[in-house]
């Protein structure tokens, strides 16, 4: 643990990149105006980004930036820590999606929730105005400049929780090698999920910052995840309790077609299997269900359900979950689980969560996000599957044999609870900062 200090009074000097950085903000700034005008995805928040329509805050707190859901989600796992460490802080998070914002005001982890203004003084400065920062935490692969900067001249502790760093991100920040490697340097409390992680984070600041190694904080509190089927949401989607289920998460465009194809392998020979895919990107969900109809195949949208319209529809082979925050309850259904993000270009997505319920998952071979979480559960409750015809091999092994299929679930919870303890870790970092400068 640090010794007991308060956050640095030194404010190292400005990146001599930093107007070009704004500069290149500004120029960009009309296109993404122009591109919400179609985008529905871009214009939701539009007002709060450019600092035009402002948020109730209280005066001051920690400030915990985070991306989207997935970082919501960790920095969810890291409230109850903070709250306890510093009791009388406000906690407000500043979500840039907004699915993430979404989140972030149903979760009830926060004292305050925002959306992250775009990284331009005057965007910030207008968004912020009456909040001073006690604390500015950002979240895995979150660095925004000019924020940093903010939070530095008001004399706040700055962190990185969880730092995330693939080589495919290095090569796209190495342009902003400068900027970014500066706010790594000038920040008191550096953290990564793993040793690539720090590796390629020290890189990227010329190599003299030094960078603790803290887990994963999505997994923080992952032994309280439950195990327990959500008897109630199976009642909800019509789901029996005899009717076995594979849920496909967070999937990607391209990904849904292989999972189709293989599903029709299985019916096959297991006419009643059931299937719920849930796009990473809620929007999609009409696409999702537009594609497994063509492919002949009983579809049903739970957004449909919930506003009735396809409340008289029964016997359904595929539900497409359109929904924000129900994958968690839907993982507690699954016999099987299949995680999208890794047969594409995505990085991967997180295979852990459906493991940590004590249910076999299976993900593709492309997961450099999550490469050290693929290689502890692969073989250990977990099965790397490079194409459809694997993927209904493997899963019509596990459906067929209910005795395998519990011994690998069995497995896949004991390699999640191994992942356990970041939370604990990154407060042993924080521990000997006094907030109160």
Request: hydrophobic share 45%; aromatic share 8%; net charge positive.
């Amino acid at each position: 643990m640090r010794s007991s200090a308060k956050p640095s009074s030194r404010l190292i000097s400005r990146p001599q990149a930093m107007p070009l950085y704004w500069a290149g903000l500004v120029l960009i700034l009309p296109l993404i105006l122009l591109a919400g005008v179609f985008v529905p995805r871009i214009r939701q928040g539009m007002l709060h980004r450019l600092g035009l329509s402002r948020f109730r805050l209280p005066n001051q707190g920690i400030l915990i930036v985070a991306s989207s859901v997935g970082e919501v989600g960790a920095a969810e796992r890291l409230a109850p820590y903070l709250r306890r460490a510093f009791a009388g802080y406000y906690l407000v998070l500043c979500a840039f999606s907004y699915a993430g914002f979404r989140r972030g005001l149903q979760g009830g982890f926060f004292d305050g929730v925002l959306i992250t203004p775009y990284d331009l003084p005057v965007c910030i400065r207008s968004c912020l105005a009456k909040f001073r920062p006690r604390a500015l935490i950002q979240i895995e692969s979150d660095i925004w400049p000019t924020l940093t900067l903010w939070a530095r001249e008001r004399k706040a502790l700055t962190a990185l929780a969880g730092g995330r760093m693939t080589e495919g991100a290095l090569h796209r920040l190495i342009p902003f090698g400068g900027i970014t490697g500066a706010m790594y340097r000038m920040m008191d409390v550096l953290t990564a999920r793993f040793v690539d992680d720090a590796t390629l984070v020290r890189r990227l600041s010329g190599g003299d910052v030094e960078v603790r190694i803290i887990g994963n904080l999505k997994y923080s509190d992952i032994a309280s995840i439950p195990v327990k089927r959500d008897t109630t949401f199976a009642g909800e989607l019509g789901v029996s309790a005899n009717r076995k289920l594979i849920v496909a998460g967070s999937t990607h465009r391209g990904e849904e077609r292989m999972i189709f194809t293989a599903y029709l392998r299985l019916l096959e020979e297991f006419p009643r299997l059931g299937l719920v895919v849930a796009p990473r990107y809620v929007s999609r969900g009409g696409e999702v269900a537009t594609l497994a109809q063509s492919m002949g195949l009983r579809t049903v949208r739970r957004s449909h359900l919930l506003d009735m319209r396809d409340l008289g529809r029964k016997g359904w082979q595929v539900l497409v979950l359109d929904t924000l925050g129900e994958l968690s309850r839907a993982y507690t259904l699954a016999d099987v689980a299949v995680v999208g993000g890794g047969f594409g270009g995505r990085g991967g997505q997180d295979m852990v969560q459906p493991a940590a319920r004590g249910v076999p998952v299976l993900f593709g071979p492309k997961v450099p996000t999550f490469r050290y979480e693929a290689e502890k559960l692969n073989g250990c409750g977990g099965f790397v599957v490079a194409d459809a015809l694997e993927m209904a091999e493997v899963l019509g092994a596990l459906i067929k044999n209910p005795a395998y299929r519990k011994r690998v679930g069995r497995r896949a919870r004991r390699t999640a609870l191994g992942l356990a303890g970041a939370g604990e870790a990154f407060m042993e970092e924080l521990g000997g900062w006094n907030l109160k400068g």
